[in-house]
């Protein structure tokens, strides 16, 4: 069973991001207080849709993309200069930063299992705080905080979510996806690691 417990997984959460030594790292976590990141769910419906979801799933996605991470390094040593440690941390807990501002709390009226109508508190998505999309307003936030990523952070948490998050028959966005691909494994790596988080390690949770 894990631990959810706000205050303990924004400690390990900050303490890695400090650990990186990023000039301003300070003034994006105060960002990230302000907007509430530790606070929100991961998702409305899916993984992690409760407060605290957010970091706790950030987290996840840092743990395996350090386990896959070493793999790839005792598979293919030459491609451990292309995946240092800090770019990991970067782009693993601060991939999903956009998340922070859409999720709102609403009370909503349904029915128990007994047939009584009751108050629910749940969540529901707003997009309209900086409409341009889901990995590019993580780079937005970050870079109006004063992080000053590199390009192969931009493009992994760009294209966290790769395919699923292109619009649909983009043959220009396809290219660019895969340009991103082959200049850094970093692109591939959050975005597999983000993919077992949410789809293995938080099921059933």
């Not at 509430?36 to 992690?48: C, E, I, L, W």
């Not at 970091?55 to 200069?81: C, F, G």
Request: glycine share 4%; with cysteine; net charge negative.
């Amino acid at each position: 069973m894990q631990n959810f417990d706000i205050p303990t997984m924004r400690a390990r959460f900050c303490e890695l991001l400090q650990q990186t030594n990023r000039e301003n790292i300070n003034y994006v976590i105060e960002d990230l207080d302000a907007w509430g990141f530790f606070q929100a769910p991961a998702s409305v419906r899916n993984h992690y849709n409760f407060a605290g979801g957010l970091v706790a799933h950030s987290l996840n996605v840092y743990d395996a993309a350090m386990a896959i991470r070493s793999s790839m390094i005792s598979l293919r040593p030459e491609v451990e200069k292309q995946l240092p440690e800090n770019s990991v941390i970067i782009a693993a807990l601060l991939h999903d930063v956009c998340k922070s501002s859409i999720y709102k709390l609403v009370t909503r009226r349904r029915k128990s299992e007994i047939g009584t109508w009751e108050d629910v508190e749940s969540y529901e998505v707003d997009y309209s705080d900086l409409p341009v999309g889901h990995g590019e307003k993580s780079v937005i936030m970050l870079l109006r905080s004063g992080l000053d990523l590199d390009d192969a952070e931009i493009c992994a948490i760009r294209w966290h979510m790769a395919p699923y998050d292109m619009p649909m028959q983009s043959i220009e966005m396809d290219k660019n996806l895969r340009t991103a691909q082959r200049q850094s494994p970093l692109t591939t790596l959050i975005h597999l690691a983000d993919s077992l988080a949410a789809q293995v390690l938080e099921i059933d949770a």
